[in-house]
């Protein structure tokens, strides 16, 4: 598994963006894919996570109903679109994935992650 995040940028507040993670490789099968976000002197927040096999999703509680996960198997990659922006989602967002892991836990613990892809940055101004 390669990981390539893209699709930051700046946005207003209650605008859209979407971010793309691409695997490279072509190896998403039986991996989960994942985003997650960090703003300096915090740690790693797990923003959401898709399954490759079934397609479950899991969302953060700051993001439910907002942002929605989605993946295109045959292009292998997973898309994360993020609607209603606020200031408070002002992060660099990283793409991860995981094998054998518990989709909620994972977000809680993103140590568990077996790839990351390079992180892109989000900016919502107010």
């Known amino acids: 598994v390669q990981l390539q995040a893209s699709g930051g940028g700046l946005v207003q507040a209650g605008g859209s963006l979407r971010l793309s993670c691409a695997d490279s490789?072509?190896?998403?099968?039986?991996?989960?894919v994942g985003w997650f976000r960090q703003v300096p002197g915090k740690e790693r927040e797990g923003v959401s996570c898709?399954?490759?096999?079934?397609?479950?999703?899991v969302y953060g509680d700051s993001v439910k109903g907002r942002f929605t996960i989605s993946s295109d198997n045959a292009k292998n990659t997973v898309y994360l679109q993020m609607n209603s922006l606020k200031p408070e989602d002002t992060a660099v967002y990283y793409c991860?994935?995981?094998?054998?892991?518990?989709?909620?836990?994972?977000?809680?613990?993103?140590?568990?992650?077996?790839?990351w892809g390079q992180g892109t940055q989000v900016t919502v101004s107010s």
């Open positions: 490789r072509r190896t998403f099968s039986n991996n989960a």
């Open positions: 991860a994935a995981v094998r054998g892991r518990l989709l909620s836990l994972w977000m809680l613990a993103p140590h568990w992650s077996d790839h």
């Open positions: 898709i399954s490759s096999s079934d397609g479950r999703t």
